[in-house]
């Protein structure tokens, strides 16, 4: 069988590669390479998704996993080169590849050491699709690995003035939680020898057939979560993400914010939730509380934000909470809404991004009080930060809505209390998002300052045709998933509901 899955995982490292072969001074050769193979790791994402949805998905857990790839890699040490793929993970993968080459296509205006930047870009989509494809914990955690390495150096050499330190927060967070997931690795496959017997293992389909004691559950549990929740990220081990996403190029943030965040949630659904059934259930209302503190705390700091970017970057971590709130319902309506809503916010997220970095690369500020009665000088800019704007806010019609509208059912299914804490996002969410949206198009224009000076000398331009068809593929899908959700979940649904037969009948209501 043609190995679709290892083509799709290591292309982009191909492509790396490749990038790094070219002349340093072929700038134009070097974008436009870089361009064609993340296309065509897009296109062969999409070859796989459509392939899948044809596909007919049995009854068990493990059937959802399609193309499977196995290779003994160590067998001593329970390491082999396992990928498969399942409804989750094949919507995630198609999100990481657009979203690359939407990321790649905006960064054409990048100039400083452009051959190590595009490389970059193309590794570090090799690392999440390797995330989201490994049934081997440990390949798994070899691709976690891999992903910080570029974002470092994206962030480190091509951020603002304070993205040494941006870069630097960012990997000490993500490597103390890493080493704490790699502690948990090791001692679930021990456990796992002793509970089951016959040799050492780390791959995800004998993992699931072992029932260990609650105890065990317990403090394995807390280890994965310490890697994942940084990544989410909980509140409060959210405090590197303001800093990174606002130090990075727009494009890097937008590829951070829009594929690299939902890691860390899929991470809980995929591992944490099926691995650990007893501790989940034990730890559940802890995570929903930080899903709700998330959610609040955060969209109250988006609020008092001057700083575009930052408020964007706030605005997300709030998101994230609906996304994990609806994980932790444990029924199929708030899990579908979940990762229904990873691929949503994913789109927006990175839509708004890009908006902002095209505002910031017109005016040279992100600062929100420069800005004011844009939109007659760009109206086009200003209909697509509108667009992208309402879709954060969850306007029906649009594809947030359906995400976090199944995600909040589930959770008031699961619990009122939680269901009505995480609704009462949506007074601040659509207060932040107008105040993004009106603070930078509607409203008195600033009669000082960068802005005002070019609007007198006539020089601020709307969005420019590669600007906008950079941004289109987002923009139709915000439609599109707004008003046919159904093409999503119909993919999803099977790996849901095979996942919470995993947890127990206990948990699906």
């Not at 979203?99 to 400083?112: D, G, K, Y």
């Not at 091509?158 to 000490?172: E, H, M, P, S, T």
């Not at 988006?302 to 998101?319: E, G, V, W």
């Amino acid at each position: 069988m043609f190995p679709i899955l290892s083509v799709v995982t290591f292309l982009p490292l191909l492509g790396a590669i490749i990038v790094l072969f070219l002349p340093r001074e072929s700038f134009g050769a070097i974008r436009w390479t870089a361009l064609v193979l993340s296309l065509l790791e897009l296109l062969l994402s999409l070859g796989l998704l459509l392939v899948y949805s044809q596909s007919t998905v049995s009854a068990t857990f493990l059937g959802t996993f399609h193309y499977n790839e196995n290779l003994a890699w160590i067998p001593g040490l329970g390491i082999n080169y396992s990928l498969g793929v399942d409804g989750i993970s094949v919507l995630l993968v198609v999100l990481t590849t657009l979203l690359t080459t939407v990321c790649i296509a905006a960064s054409f205006r990048i100039e400083q050491k452009v051959k190590n930047y595009m490389a970059f870009m193309l590794l570090f989509e090799c690392g999440m699709i390797g995330v989201f494809l490994a049934t081997n914990l440990f390949l798994f955690y070899i691709f976690w690995e891999l992903m910080l390495i570029p974002a470092y150096f994206l962030v480190g050499t091509w951020g603002g003035q304070r993205r040494i330190y941006a870069a630097f927060k960012f990997v000490l967070y993500t490597s103390v939680g890493s080493l704490l997931m790699l502690a948990g690795i090791i001692a679930l496959g021990y456990y796992h020898q002793v509970a089951a017997g016959g040799s050492y293992t780390l791959d995800l389909a004998a993992l699931l057939n072992t029932k260990l004691n609650s105890g065990i559950q317990l403090w394995l549990l807390l280890a994965f979560a310490a890697a994942f929740a940084v990544k989410v990220p909980f509140v409060p081990f959210h405090s590197w993400l303001p800093d990174a996403y606002s130090e990075a190029p727009a494009p890097v943030t937008a590829l951070l914010a829009g594929a690299m965040a939902k890691t860390g949630a899929y991470g809980f659904l995929r591992f944490c939730l099926p691995l650990f059934p007893d501790a989940i259930q034990t730890l559940a209302p802890l995570f929903r509380i930080l899903a709700v503190i998330g959610i609040l705390y955060c969209a109250v700091l988006a609020l008092t934000q001057t700083d575009i970017k930052r408020l964007l970057a706030y605005s997300s971590i709030s998101h994230l909470g609906v996304i994990m709130l609806g994980m932790f319902a444990f029924n199929p309506q708030g899990i579908e809404g979940s990762v229904l809503q990873m691929v949503n916010h994913g789109i927006t997220i990175a839509a708004l991004f890009l908006i902002a970095g095209y505002f910031e690369a017109r005016t040279g500020t992100r600062k929100l009080t420069d800005f004011g009665g844009l939109a007659t000088r760009v109206p086009v800019l200003a209909t697509v930060a509108l667009i992208a704007a309402l879709s954060s806010l969850g306007l029906p019609g649009l594809n947030s809505f359906a995400g976090e509208f199944l995600a909040l059912l589930g959770t008031f299914r699961s619990s009122a209390v939680f269901g009505i804490l995480g609704t009462i996002v949506v007074v601040p969410a659509a207060w932040y998002m107008l105040r993004f949206f009106q603070g930078i198009t509607e409203g008195p224009r600033q009669q000082q300052g960068v802005v005002a000076t070019l609007i007198r000398k006539g020089t601020l331009s709307d969005i420019h045709l590669g600007e906008f068809v950079t941004l289109l593929p987002l923009l139709v899908l915000i439609f599109f998933i707004g008003l046919l959700p159904s093409t999503l979940t119909f993919i999803l649904e099977p790996s849901v509901v095979n996942t919470l037969q995993i947890l127990g009948n206990a948990f699906v209501k």
